[in-house]
Structures are given as C-alpha cells and as structure tokens.
RNA sequence: GUGGCUGUAGCUCAAUGGUAGAGCGCCAGGUUGUGGCCCUGGAUACGCCGGUUCAACUCCGGCCAGUCACCCCA
C-alpha cells in the first residue's frame, strides 16, 4: 500500500492539540451548562430538502449515497449537516410535544461543508452551538442573554480577549425602507461587503443591485459606517433622519442588548451596524464575534435571531443561537503559536522498570496511584535508567518512580529539576499544575 | 466550485539538467551512580504520475496537498 496522504479540508491533529480541544470542549461546554443549556446530539445527517430550506446552499452540501443505491432514489436523498441550527430546527419541530419551552440547548458536533479550505476553513469541522427557541413568541431579553454566555465561555479559555459585533437586522431593514428601498435584502448584502470592497464599490452595488439613488446609497454607507461600544449609535442613527416603525423597534432592542452588555460584561459587545450576517433567516439580533488582535481571522463566533426557521402551517417556534467555530479557531491558534499545552501526554508519572521481574510489582505502584486519580504508566522496558528517564523526557512527562530495593523506600523524580524524595504510592500526590496537562496561551 | 502562489529528511533551510547536503531533532554506542553536556557512528527527503531529454529533483503537463483571493461562511 502506498504512502496514504492527507484529504484537503479534513484536519487531524496531532495529540496535543487535539488535548487542547478536548480542554476548550469541556470548558465550553461547562459554561453552557452553568446557563442550564441541556445537551443534545443530533444525527449527522438530514433529508436533503430540509437541509436547503436555508436558501442557497446546495453547492456546499455533502451528499450521502449507498454505493448500491438504485439511481432513481435521488428523491430521499440525504445530506451531512452544515451547521447545527438547521437540524435543531428540524428537530424541534419533531419533538415539540416532548420539549417545555422556551427550551435551551448546546451541541458540540462535527459539520461538513464542502468548500475550498485554507487556514481555519475547512470542510469537516467542529461547531459548539447554542440556541433558545419558544413557542409561537420569544422574548427578546434571551437576545441579550446570548452574547454573556459566550463572553463567559471564551472568557474562560486561555485565548486572545473577544469582541463581539453586534446589529439588527431590523435597524438595516427599517432604514432601508424609511429610506424608500423596496429591496432590504439585496441593500443587506451590498453592505455586507463593505470591509472587502470598500465604500465606494458598496455604492456601485446599491444602486446596480437594490435599486439605489445616488443619496439612497450614500445614506446606507452612513448607517453602515456607525459604530459604537455602547449605546450612542441611537442618537447617531436618528440623526440621520430616517422615519420607520421597523427602524424604531430595532433601535430599541440593539440598545437593550448592549445596555445589558454594559453591566455584565463591559466592553464584550460593541454596536456594529454594518454587519449583516450572509444568512437570509436572521429576523433580529445578529452578532459576529472577532478576537481582538487577531481581526484578520474573521469571525469565530456568529449567529442571531431567527423567527421562521422552525415552523410548520400553524407551529412557529422562533429562536435565537450562537455557534462558536471552535475548530477554525483552534486552526487559527495554533497556526499563530497562540496556544500550547504543558505536555503531549496525560501521563503525569512513568513507573521505572529495574527488571522485568519486578513488572508486577511496578504494576501495582502504578494502580496505587491511578486509584488517586494520578495518570501514571510503568516503563515499556527494564532499559538503563538514563534511557527510562529520557523516554520520560521525550513525552514531558513530569515525574519517574523509583521502586526502592532491599527494602528501601521508593523514591520520585522531579525529572525538570532532578530533585528526587522518598514517597509513598499511597500518599504522594503531585503539585496540582503537574496533576493534568495545562493549557494555556502563548 | 474558479483562479494565483507553494511543495527537498520529523522541523528550518541549502545546492545542481548528470540521482542531494547543513543545523536542530531522532536512533545506536561511549562517558554519566538515574537523563539533560560532551565524543563517535547511523537512519531518514527531492508530494504523486506522466512527458521532453542521452540524462530531471531541477523544464513541461496532470493529480494530490498547503496557502491566498473569489464564493461562502465557523
């Protein structure tokens, strides 16, 4: 068999990266549960039709096909999931009778997309979504709610300090129609482009696309253009002389989402209102998180309010979520050095092996200290000492037992800085930074 | 999916139209009470396939992978 290659888009990490992901995972996924978020998997795939309710997206779904499929069966045809929202939806709708609303959920599951990769995109990768979603009405306030419980769950982790970017699509909307434009969403997307083609090529958008004037235009820019870390973009906003009930309820919310920003979480939020998030079932609230010092990475952390994704003829259960990409920004990281773990192996104690006879004896050292929670192996082989210790070093692991001879005490080594004391299997335990492997950043 | 750039040992990099070296790392041995220094020796690479040529790692094409832009978005 020849050498295998990798598949372009389809990461694996190596162990200590993948130790981290598992820690950011598991404290990611702690902060959710302190916000009662209930844990929820859904299947990987979905029938294709349900899938594509997003609008646009076919070209990016990966089909499932059974290699011995009748070819007429396109009709059934699944797909894997390309986010975790679509199939949340699905799945309320499924078991709405089984739910209490309003109902919180956090999934941490893999999602295919099938795109062109580069650094931090790629075609299978790991997403930690929540989403709150109620019965034929949702009050806003959990739109306010959702950026404090990513502001405390990628606060926790050893990472750049995050920014989230927050609008509402019903301050866009209300001012495009104030402004007399009869296509919001086509002004939406022209706008959406502003940070990569610039203001300029915006306006050449407007009017080709949306059917802009020249001041319709120039006014849409300067709504883009407003920016604010608290709730200043109101006055700023109204300056600008735009009328529409739809503007004035948008207004209102932005400024309650940041006003509860501001007193829990100072300087987590800032009012963007240029963004206006590629997805067509955003209703509210939208947000795009960036890590300060690290904007060119884009957005790690994006959702909003959706009204109409889960409904059914006379159902309706409208939602709001967020999804962290926890591997485009795990990719992204650790492509910057920004992240390390204290070492590659759990192993915090390699058992020495003086002679293979003594294995049973070195086994039970070893047991003794797993039953107090200390990761520890025996030696793969009764090598010289200097070898037993430099396998040790080779994995970082920290400490290596000496089973004491004749009668004497066994003794551990602090291999780093080569101090080595009586000890006890039954009572040793190491300092706490050496018990697990340490994540930090840098 | 479209286009650009890139692809030499595990890593960082050399050299050359006539089949490749260095540093670090790795392995073995020596020294060492139980390693890290030092000494000696060793293994490992031209992403893959094809074409041009007497001869290709070096030129050309395709594929694969990485990266960037578009698209889209985590």
Known sequence: MS???????FPEWLPPQRAIEQYVVDRIRSTFELYGFAPLETRAVEPLDQLLRKGETSKEVYVLRRLQAAEDASDESLGLHFDLTVPFARYVLENA?????????YQIQKVWRGERPQEGRYREFLQADIDIVDRDTLPF???????????DALGAL????????????????????GLGLTDPEAALRAVDKLDKI???????LLIETAGATDSQAKACLRLAEISAPDTSFDAAVRALGVEHPLLDEGLDELVRVMEAAAEHAPGLCVAELKIARGLDYYTGTVYETQLVGFERFGSICSGGRYDNLASTGNER???VGISIGVSRLLGLLFGAD???????VPTCVLVALPTEEQRAACDRTAAALRRRGIATEVSPSAAKYGKQIRFAERRGIPYVWFPGSDGAHDTVKDIRSGDQVDADAATWTPPAADLRQQVTGG
């Open 3 to 9: 050498k295998p290659t990798p598949l372009s888009g």
């Open 97 to 105: 009778g089984k739910l209490t609303f309003p109902f919180r959920r």
């Open 141 to 151: 306030h959990y739109e306010a709610e959702i950026p404090l419980v990513i502001g």
């Open 158 to 177: 050893p990472i750049p300090q995050i920014r989230i970017q927050v609008n509402n699509r019903k301050v866009c909307e209300g001012f495009y129609r």
């Open 198 to 204: 610039g203001p300029d090529k915006v306006a050449e």
């Open 317 to 319: 259960f409208p939602g």
């Open 338 to 344: 920004a992240l390390s773990v204290s070492r590659p």
